[in-house]
């Protein structure tokens, strides 16, 4: 375990964006960096990160997506040094969805709003922020210059 802590682990991120050009956000809570964030989990062993994305955004939300496409790589430092877990996020695109939005972790996320992806609600997670700030500026990787 403790070998496990001194590797990067890997998350996805899912940018999901509706008919309005708003994007889904979720208020964190009882886990590391409680603050608002785009959905999302931890990759599982074997699984590609289009799966990973299906099954975090059914999990956590009930939709249903369609078609999710990698936008975008994020490495999450300033999670890194205020928590010391150091994540790798593949950020995913995704326009295409049915299903009613649930709060389906009340456990774990105390909200789902749609937001304006030019003005984040604060605080908010590093990896969001930056897998946000890579979609609207069509870039597929930003150094997060952040304190260090």
């Not at 289009?50 to 999990?59: G, L, N, Q």
């Not at 205020?82 to 996020?89: F, Q, R």
């Not at 749609?114 to 922020?129: G, K, R, Y």
Request: net charge negative.
């Amino acid at each position: 375990m403790s070998e496990e802590k001194n590797r990067p682990r890997v998350g996805t991120g899912v940018i999901v964006v509706n008919r309005e050009g708003k994007i889904l956000i979720g208020k964190r809570i009882n886990s590391h960096a409680p603050y608002y964030s785009i959905p999302g989990g931890h990759l599982e062993l074997g699984e590609t990160f289009e799966e990973s994305a299906i099954r975090e955004i059914k999990e956590e939300t009930d939709l249903d997506i369609t078609n999710p496409k990698v936008i975008a790589v994020t490495n999450n430092l300033e999670t890194f040094r205020n928590e010391g877990l150091h994540y790798i996020s593949v950020i995913l695109l995704v326009k295409e969805f049915s299903g009613e939005l649930k709060i389906m972790e009340p456990n774990k996320c105390a909200e789902w709003v749609w937001v304006d992806p030019t003005n984040l609600p604060m605080p908010h997670f590093d990896a969001s922020q930056m897998g946000i700030a890579c979609y609207l500026e069509k870039m597929f990787y930003k150094i997060n210059r952040q304190g260090g």
